[in-house]
C-alpha cells in the first residue's frame, strides 16, 4: 500500500539523518496512570520537548536544509498557527537564512513573541489560516520569497515522518499510534513510516470538533473549507488547502480512523498530562490523551499517544487546571 506514496520511507530514512544534528530526538516513557485506566500500556512520545516545542521543528528544518543557496538567501515564507512559524524561523535562522511568518489574529500571542524574538518577520493578516495564505502567496509572487508549506509539502512531511521513525525503535510493539491531525503533514509522515515498517499498526487522527478541516474533506471525498472557530487546540485550526497536493490522499489511504474531541474533553487532556503526567503541554497536544480519557479508541494492544507540543498560553493554561471547558476568547476584531 505505501510503494506508490508520494512520501516513501527511503525518503523518511533520509530526512531523518538529514536533520539529525539540529533536532532532539525525544524520549517515549509508559503512562502508569493511562495504563491502567484503559487497561493496557500506553506509552507517552514526548515530542513538546522538542527544541522549539513541537514536532514541526522536523519538517521546517528538514525543507531549509532542502534548499538551494540562492533559496536560502532569497528568504523563507509560511502560513502558520504559530508552532510551523516557530519551527521555520529557527530552522532558517540556524541555516544563515531569514523567515517571514503571516498569521492570522487567532493565533495567540505567546507564539506571535517567540517567533518575532527568534528573529522573524511577522505579518497578522486576517481571521483564518487562509487568509494568512494569500499573504505568503503574495509575498512568494512579488518579493521572491520561497514558501515553506506547514504540511502539504514533501520535505516537510519526510521531516515530520522521522518521529514514526523514532516511534519504532523505542515502541515496537505498539499497536495504535495517536497523532494530533490538523494539515496532515504529522499524521503523513508518521503514518506512512509506520505503516512501511508495520503494514498491521493502526494510525489514529485525532482532532477538535470545532472547524476540523481534515475530517470534513475525508467525509466529503475532496478538500473543502471550514469556518475557524477558538479552540484549546489552537494548533490544529485552518483549511488544508483546496489545491492540496499530498496529505489529503495520504491521510486518506493511510489512516485507520479519525476521531473528534469535545473542548472539555481536550481540556480534560490537558489537565490529565499536568496532574499525573507532570507535563505542560498545549490543547493540540493533548488529543490524545484526552481520547484515551474519553475512551473514544478501541483499544487493540500498547498505545503510543504522541504529544506534539507545549507552545500553550500560559494564562489558557491555568484557566484549563482551574476547571474551565471552553478557550478564553481572543479580540479578534
Not at 80 to 100: E, Q, V
Not at 132 to 151: H, I, T
Not at 246 to 259: A, E, G, P, W
Request: proline share 4%; charged share 25%.
Amino acid at each position: 500500500m505505501t510503494t506508490s506514496l508520494p512520501v516513501s520511507l527511503r525518503d523518511i530514512i533520509l530526512a531523518s539523518e538529514r536533520i539529525s544534528s539540529r533536532v532532539r530526538k525525544t524520549p517515549i516513557i509508559r503512562s502508569d496512570a493511562l495504563s491502567e485506566r484503559v487497561g493496557t500500556a500506553v506509552y507517552l512520545k514526548l515530542e513538546h520537548q522538542q527544541i522549539t516545542g513541537s514536532f514541526k521543528l522536523r519538517g521546517a528544518t528538514n525543507a531549509v536544509l532542502s534548499l538551494k543557496a540562492e533559496e536560502k538567501a532569497r528568504g523563507v515564507v509560511a502560513a502558520s498557527t504559530g508552532n510551523h512559524g516557530r519551527a521555520l524561523a529557527y530552522a532558517a535562522k540556524a541555516a544563515g537564512s531569514r523567515a517571514t511568518i503571516c498569521m492570522s489574529r487567532l493565533v495567540p500571542e505567546n507564539k506571535v513573541a517567540e517567533i518575532r524574538r527568534l528573529g522573524a518577520n511577522v505579518r497578522i493578516i486576517g481571521r483564518s489560516q487562509d487568509d494568512a495564505q494569500l499573504e505568503v502567496d503574495r509575498l512568494v509572487q512579488d518579493d521572491g520569497l520561497v514558501a515553506v508549506p506547514p504540511f502539504d509539502d514533501a520535505r516537510v512531511i519526510a521531516g515530520q515522518g522521522s518521529l514514526g521513525l523514532e516511534v519504532f525503535k523505542d515502541c515496537p510493539e505498539a499497536a495504535t499510534v495517536l497523532v494530533p491531525l490538523s494539515g496532515g503533514g504529522l499524521a503523513s509522515g508518521v503514518a506512512a513510516a509506520l505503516k512501511a515498517i508495520n503494514p498491521d499498526v493502526r494510525i489514529i487522527g485525532l482532532t477538535m470538533e470545532r472547524g476540523a478541516a481534515m475530517k470534513a474533506s475525508l467525509e466529503a471525498g475532496r478538500p473543502v473549507e471550514v469556518q475557524e472557530e477558538e479552540s484549546f487546540a489552537d494548533s490544529l485550526g485552518g483549511g488544508i488547502g483546496l489545491d492540496n497536493q499530498l496529505t489529503f490522499s495520504m491521510c486518506r489511504d493511510l489512516l485507520d480512523d479519525v476521531v473528534l474531541l469535545s473542548e472539555p474533553e481536550i481540556a480534560a487532556g490537558m489537565r490529565h498530562a499536568y496532574s499525573m503526567e507532570r507535563e505542560v503541554i498545549e490543547g493540540a497536544g493533548a488529543v490524545g490523551v484526552a481520547a484515551l480519557l474519553a475512551r473514544k479508541i478501541e483499544i487493540t494492544g500498547p498505545v503510543v499517544a504522541i504529544l506534539s507540543g507545549r507552545n500553550v498560553d500560559m494564562e489558557q493554561h491555568r484557566s484549563v487546571i482551574n476547571g474551565a471547558t471552553a478557550p478564553i476568547r481572543k479580540d479578534v476584531a
